[in-house]
């Protein structure tokens, strides 16, 4: 009984999340549901191509986090519309919620929207939110095992960054391994490594983006 449950709360989001698809198909707004673990980099990222893409892409962020709006606020600073989303101890984001968030944005004035989803490696990789594609931040601090062990998250994702590259020589991440891991799960994943801190390989963040939105 309790497999049919859960059937059919997927059923109600995955209905409420193709409403959202065509929505943001009819206004021509490409969405990005970002995900990864706390810590991983996603709001860093989002400032980092905040600043270096605003002129070229009209962005809008929804931020989706458990109880604070300290996210919103780092985004809100860079002038670019944020809603914030707390799921009040939700390990993830659903698509009845991006509904509403998308609700309070000027849908006809974006190109992009990009979904910040709550920390986590497992949950958020289960529910559609009517995105065009879903993209995954791994910090090498996380370990290269994480591949293998969250599979899904990796499988589901257009493209996986792999961040805090400055630091790949304190740490033991293997790059190479962990890109074979990627590519055995999802064979067409795009890999990128990069490091908000420096900057260091952001461009081909910027031009993957550029390409796709
Ligand atoms: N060394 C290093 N630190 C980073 C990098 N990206 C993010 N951080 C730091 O990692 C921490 C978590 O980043 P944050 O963007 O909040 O991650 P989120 O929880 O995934 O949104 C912060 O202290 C960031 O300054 C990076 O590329 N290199
Ligand atoms: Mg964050």
Same mark, same amino acid.
């Given at each position: 009984?309790?497999?049919?449950?859960?059937?059919?709360?997927?059923?109600?989001?995955?209905?409420?999340?193709?409403?959202?698809?065509?929505?943001?198909?009819?206004?021509?707004?490409?969405?990005?549901?970002?995900?990864?673990?706390?810590?991983?980099?996603?709001?860093?990222?989002?400032?980092?191509?905040?600043?270096?893409?605003?002129?070229?892409?009209?962005? +809008?962020?929804?931020?989706?986090?458990?109880?604070? &709006?300290?996210?919103?606020?780092?985004?809100?600073?860079?002038?670019?519309?944020?809603?914030?989303?707390?799921? &009040?101890?939700?390990?993830?984001?659903?698509?009845?919620?991006?509904?509403?968030?998308?609700?309070?944005?000027?849908?006809?004035?974006?190109?992009?929207?990009?979904?910040?989803?709550?920390?986590?490696?497992?949950?958020?990789?289960?529910?559609?939110?009517?995105?065009?594609?879903? +993209?995954?931040?791994?910090?090498?601090?996380?370990?290269?095992?994480?591949?293998?062990?969250?599979?899904?998250?990796?499988?589901?994702? +257009?493209?996986?960054?792999?961040?805090?590259?400055?630091?790949?020589?304190?740490?033991?991440?293997?790059?190479?391994? +962990?890109?074979?891991?990627?590519?055995?799960?999802?064979?067409?994943?795009?890999?990128?490594?990069?490091?908000?801190?420096?900057?260091?390989?952001?461009?081909?963040?910027?031009?993957?983006?550029?390409?796709?939105?």
């Amino acid at each position: 009984m309790k497999v049919e449950v859960m059937k059919n709360i997927l059923g109600e989001n995955d209905k409420i999340a193709e409403e959202n698809r065509k929505l943001f198909k009819e206004k021509k707004v490409f969405v990005i549901n970002l995900m990864g673990s706390p810590g991983s980099g996603k709001t860093s990222l989002l400032e980092r191509t905040i600043a270096n893409l605003k002129d070229k892409l009209k962005m +809008a962020v929804i931020e989706g986090d458990l109880f604070t &709006a300290k996210d919103a606020e780092r985004i809100e600073r860079h002038n670019v519309p944020v809603i914030q989303i707390n799921t &009040a101890g939700g390990c993830h984001l659903d698509a009845p919620m991006v509904k509403r968030a998308a609700e309070s944005l000027d849908l006809d004035a974006l190109d992009l929207i990009i979904v910040e989803n709550v920390g986590n490696l497992v949950c958020p990789a289960e529910f559609d939110v009517g995105e065009n594609i879903k +993209a995954v931040v791994l910090s090498i601090t996380e370990g290269d095992d994480k591949p293998l062990k969250y599979p899904l998250i990796f499988k589901e994702s +257009a493209v996986a960054i792999l961040n805090k590259i400055d630091i790949l020589k304190f740490t033991n991440f293997n790059l190479e391994s +962990a890109r074979e891991d990627l590519t055995t799960i999802h064979p067409d994943i795009k890999i990128i490594e990069t490091s908000c801190t420096t900057a260091e390989g952001l461009d081909k963040w910027y031009e993957f983006l550029l390409n796709t939105v």
